[in-house]
């Protein structure tokens, strides 16, 4: 079942607008913060839609500089900080005092900023397929892309320092990569590759890298695992056993955090919602449960 979404735009004080978009009218809101960045929410909020038929308020918006948003030529505005404030109009605009934050890949660096700077405005959080320790993170994409071949990695490793990443070489083992860690279905699903194919690599290029597995951005150096004993809302780790960001990251996170929970999707990579989404939603539904008022 197609499930339609109320757009509302939504203006930031610095004046640019973002789209948002709401699916039911639950009384508990969940609020979606994709990954990315740089890549239109469509990818998740179509499959988490379905929350809307048991009962939850979803809410989202393609991040400021991709999908419907407006897409300023400003690489200043690529900050997390940026996006945190950001975040925090767009829960506003849509009446939300308290959310359930579920943050995915790039949304887990937003949502543990966010949930660590407005901590009363997060009545849990879901981790979904993140990592917040970046260096850490960097030496476990090197071990995935180990298992490449010691030839393979040294050849990603010569274009890596000649500029020459857009060779076809180089682009067949990360395509390689995506399908082992990415997502391992054999089709991907159509509102993943719609969105993947409208990325705006501006955001992306600026705080990540080129690519998944290459991270020379403004956030290479970032690490939140130490300050995430701050949370106190519950929250809960997801991750897939061929995950990009690996089950040793979320591992990480869930060892920091005071009250967590984690669940690894074995049959997954980075898409559990997309790879095993019966089992996705059966974990996220009696976290979401288990913290909500009902």
Known sequence: MTIEATRMPIRLTDGHRVMGYCYGDGPETLMLANGGPGLPSLYLRAPHARLATRGWRVITWDQLG??????????????????????DQVRAAFGADRVHFLGHSWGTWLGTEYALTHP??????VVADGACDIPHLVS???????ALGGETVTMMTAHEAAGTIDHPEYQAAITLLNHRHVCRLAEW?????????DWNMAPYETMQGPNEFTYTGNMKDWNRVPDMGAIAAPCLVLCGRYDELTPACSMRMHAALPSSRIHIFPHSSHMPFYEETEAYFTVLERFLHDTSSR
């Open 120 to 125: 009363d405005r997060v009545k849990s959080y």
């Open 66 to 87: 991709c999908g419907e948003s407006d897409r300023p030529d400003d690489r200043s505005l690529w900050t997390l900080e940026r996006y945190v404030d950001e975040a």
């Open 140 to 146: 476990e994409l090197g071990r995935l892309r180990l």
């Open 189 to 197: 699903p159509a509102t993943l590759t719609d969105a993947l194919a």
